[in-house]
């Protein structure tokens, strides 16, 4: 089936940097993309999500790419802090179909 | 409004023993959903339903039922629990299938001896 796959398991970086966390697809039908957020002990929480007719979109904070030529989504993170600390996960979807979720990339940010 | 609950929040097993896993959302949504999560694989569908009275499989269901008797619940079944069914389970539940953010709930960590 298809997956929805991210490149880098883990990423560190300082407070204060921006960080961008990259995820790859394969399904070039898939409409509709979402970047969740999981803390520790905690289900995921949703941060920003994007429609396939878009390019990008901006959130507090928070921006999403979405390149359909080379079928690649990123979260990009402006001024790192702690809290934002967790396990990122891209999720895709189909019109009529449900979720898939890639495996995630832990984001370590130190002080 | 509570959102998405689960009960337990904890549970050990022994194989071959069985056990429901409740989930209830308070936010009127017609689909829910089951998933599992085990390290380095993310999240994976277990089942899911479009509504009160129907469900569906996806991506692992194998050792697994559903229900749906009531909107507002979805019960994860194990009839014969074996050890590669520990794992976390999440629930979920959104407005639409497509186009909508799901809400998790916070989980169950469960483990089979």
Same mark, same amino acid.
């Given at each position: 089936?298809?997956?929805?796959?991210?490149?880098?398991?883990?990423? %560190?970086?300082?407070?204060?940097?921006? %960080?961008?966390?990259? $995820?790859?697809?394969?399904?070039? #039908?898939? =409409?509709? !993309?979402?970047?969740?957020?999981?803390?520790?002990?905690?289900?995921?929480?949703?941060?920003?999500?994007?429609? %396939?007719?878009?390019? +990008? &979109?901006?959130?507090? &904070?928070?921006?999403?790419?979405?390149?359909?030529?080379?079928?690649? @989504?990123? @979260?990009?993170?402006?001024?790192?802090?702690?809290? =934002?600390? #967790?396990?990122?996960? $891209?999720?895709?979807?189909?019109?009529?179909?449900?979720?898939? !979720?890639?495996?995630?990339?832990?984001?370590?940010?130190?002080? | 409004?509570?959102?998405?609950?689960?009960? *337990? +929040? !904890? &549970?050990?097993?022994?194989?071959?023993?069985?056990?429901?896993?409740? $989930?209830?959302? =308070?936010?009127?949504?017609?689909?829910?959903?089951?998933?599992?999560? =085990?390290?380095?694989?993310?999240? &994976?569908?277990?089942? /899911?339903?479009?509504?009160?009275?129907?469900?569906?499989?996806?991506?692992? *269901?194998?050792?697994?039922?559903?229900?749906?008797?009531?909107?507002?619940?979805?019960?994860?079944? @194990?009839?014969?629990?074996?050890?590669?069914?520990?794992?976390?389970?999440?629930?979920? %539940?959104? /407005?639409?299938? #497509?186009?909508?953010?799901?809400? !998790?709930? *916070?989980?169950?960590? @469960?483990?089979?001896?």
């Amino acid at each position: 089936g298809e997956s929805v796959g991210l490149h880098l398991p883990t990423l %560190s970086v300082q407070e204060g940097d921006n %960080s961008i966390i990259n $995820c790859a697809y394969s399904n070039s #039908a898939s =409409d509709y !993309f979402i970047w969740y957020k999981q803390e520790s002990g905690k289900g995921p929480q949703f941060i920003i999500d994007i429609r %396939s007719n878009m390019d +990008k &979109r901006q959130g507090q &904070r928070v921006t999403v790419l979405l390149n359909k030529t080379v079928k690649h @989504l990123s @979260l990009q993170i402006a001024a790192t802090q702690p809290g =934002d600390s #967790a396990v990122y996960f $891209c999720a895709e979807n189909q019109a009529g179909t449900a979720l898939i !979720f890639g495996k995630g990339t832990t984001l370590s940010v130190s002080s | 409004n509570a959102g998405v609950t689960q009960t *337990p +929040k !904890f &549970r050990v097993l022994k194989t071959g023993q069985s056990m429901t896993l409740l $989930c209830a959302q =308070d936010m009127n949504h017609e689909y829910m959903y089951w998933y599992r999560q =085990d390290p380095g694989m993310g999240l &994976r569908l277990i089942h /899911y339903s479009v509504g009160e009275g129907t469900t569906a499989k996806g991506e692992v *269901p194998d050792g697994y039922n559903v229900s749906r008797l009531k909107k507002q619940n979805f019960l994860l079944g @194990l009839e014969s629990a074996a050890p590669s069914q520990t794992s976390v389970y999440f629930c979920a %539940s959104s /407005y639409s299938l #497509a186009d909508y953010e799901q809400y !998790f709930g *916070p989980g169950t960590r @469960l483990t089979v001896t």
